[in-house]
């Protein structure tokens, strides 16, 4: 579930209403206790940022819950198997942990510039409107060069 941002602030705020009187109360300057309110603001703001990038995904069979967590499923059976102790730490060497020969093959018969996209999407995580604006091209180029990609790795 994503971040409330409405219930979320009403209790940042009410927090900050209570713990101001209690602050002053105790005789701390105006100053510092708005540097506090700043820094849990800002505390605030990037926990926000980070519960709307970041969901769970759905326990139980990937492939019930759509082709998006199929996809997700599939992608972690190939980032699952990798063991940092015995990989190429080449920009590629995420394609030596693959178990399956099969596979591996099919990916290294791809361009240099394809496997760029899939370690950008894959390894290091980026969506495909990052990877798009790192390769100077449109987010549809994208998306379409990733379905050529499949469509070679699903031939027999």
Request: proline fraction near 1%; charge should be positive; glycine fraction near 6%.
């Amino acid at each position: 579930m994503g971040f409330n941002y409405g219930r979320e602030k009403r209790a940042f705020d009410e927090k900050w209403a209570r713990l101001e009187v209690e602050y002053r109360a105790a005789g701390m300057s105006e100053k510092a206790i708005q540097d506090m309110k700043n820094y849990d603001w800002q505390w605030f703001c990037s926990e926000r940022t980070y519960r709307n990038h970041v969901q769970t995904l759905p326990v139980g069979d990937a492939e019930s819950h759509g082709d998006v967590f199929f996809k997700q499923a599939r992608l972690e059976s190939i980032t699952s198997q990798w063991d940092a102790g015995d990989v190429d730490h080449t920009r590629f060497g995420w394609l030596s942990a693959l178990e399956d020969e099969k596979l591996y093959n099919k990916l290294r018969a791809l361009s240099d510039k394809d496997l760029e996209l899939l370690t950008l999407l894959c390894v290091d995580g980026f969506q495909q409107a990052d990877i798009a604006r790192r390769m100077n091209c449109s987010r549809n180029a994208v998306h379409k060069r990733l379905k050529k990609i499949k469509k070679i790795l699903k031939k027999g």
